[in-house]
């Protein structure tokens, strides 16, 4: 039988060990790695965390495997702690379980994503400053419906 997204995610958290804003800033100074996950027009609009690697989620396995001849040259073991950062924490808790299926047994995400990471006053450069939380979220109706923001189609 097929799962829903809600307990396809809710199995995927229940193997990880998600950390707030300041634990993953905590796992970052102690070597860990911070990989943001986010569409380029999400940093560009949401701003980004200095220091974190950039991989696009479509060929994160690839970038983050150690085995992998594409991986980073940042990644250096199958036990390095790495915690995966999208805008609010639902992406990158799939993305991050996805690692531990590689192998990379410390792999985690940020809870909250990167709006939590925001709201923790945590270093961010660029973007609007404002989180999605400060912008009232509307639906658009039809069977392809979507969250979107006032005044966009």
Not at 26 to 46: C, K, M, N, T
Not at 86 to 101: E, I, R, T
Request: with cysteine; glycine share 8%; hydrophobic share 45%.
């Amino acid at each position: 039988m097929p799962m829903t997204i809600e307990q396809l995610l809710a199995a995927a958290r229940s193997r990880l060990v998600r950390v707030d804003a300041h634990g993953a800033a905590a796992l970052v100074a102690r070597g860990g790695l911070l990989v943001d996950i986010r569409p380029s027009e999400q940093r560009q609009r949401e701003g980004h965390i200095p220091g974190a690697l950039i991989v696009e989620r479509n060929v994160l396995e690839w970038r983050l495997d150690p085995a992998s001849p594409h991986r980073l040259s940042e990644v250096n073991a199958y036990d390095q702690p790495i915690v995966v950062v999208c805008s609010q924490g639902y992406a990158s808790s799939l993305a991050a379980a996805a690692l531990q299926d590689l192998g990379l047994v410390n792999a985690t995400d940020l809870a909250g994503g990167f709006q939590a990471w925001a709201a923790a006053r945590l270093p961010v450069h660029g973007g609007h400053r404002r989180t999605s939380a400060d912008r009232p979220a509307t639906r658009r109706a039809g069977p392809r419906a979507r969250l979107t923001r006032p005044g966009r189609v």
